[in-house]
């Protein structure tokens, strides 16, 4: 069982930063999958990024390639998301999920995940 706490959100205007964190407690056994995900009102979840917490590779989904970035601190069993040029259409609900006991990220399925936080809203106006 990992338990997982977001950070961060906030109101931004377009083109503005916000820097998202994710607290993981409970097992957090090294070998795990950190992701990122956003959900807009009425829509599906969609994925962001990934980090393995060993190694530390990473993957972005096109939509915020090259303008977020993902990071962590395994000290602090902690993730975050920079979110840098934000858009109006940034704006969703990001969720914090991790996939335990896995040696890589298996991708951005909403399925993959077993542990979600409880989300943190970051509106984005123009």
């Known amino acids: 069982q990992v338990q997982l706490v977001e950070s961060g959100g906030g109101s931004a205007q377009a083109g503005g930063s916000l820097r998202l964190s994710c607290a993981a407690s409970g097992n957090t056994a090294s070998n795990r999958c950190m992701a990122w995900f956003r959900q807009l009102p009425g829509k599906g979840r969609e994925g962001v990024a990934t980090i393995h917490t060993r190694g530390g590779s990473t993957y972005y989904a096109y939509s915020v390639k090259g303008r977020f970035t993902i990071s962590q601190d395994n000290a602090k069993n902690t993730v975050y998301l920079q979110a840098d040029s934000l858009k109006p259409e940034d704006t969703a609900m990001y969720y914090c999920?991790?996939?335990?006991?896995?040696?890589?990220?298996?991708?951005?399925?909403?399925?993959?995940?077993?542990?979600w936080g409880q989300g943190t809203q970051v509106t984005v106006s123009s």
């Open positions: 999920a991790a996939d335990l006991g896995t040696w890589w990220c298996r991708g951005l399925s909403v399925s993959t995940y077993a542990y």
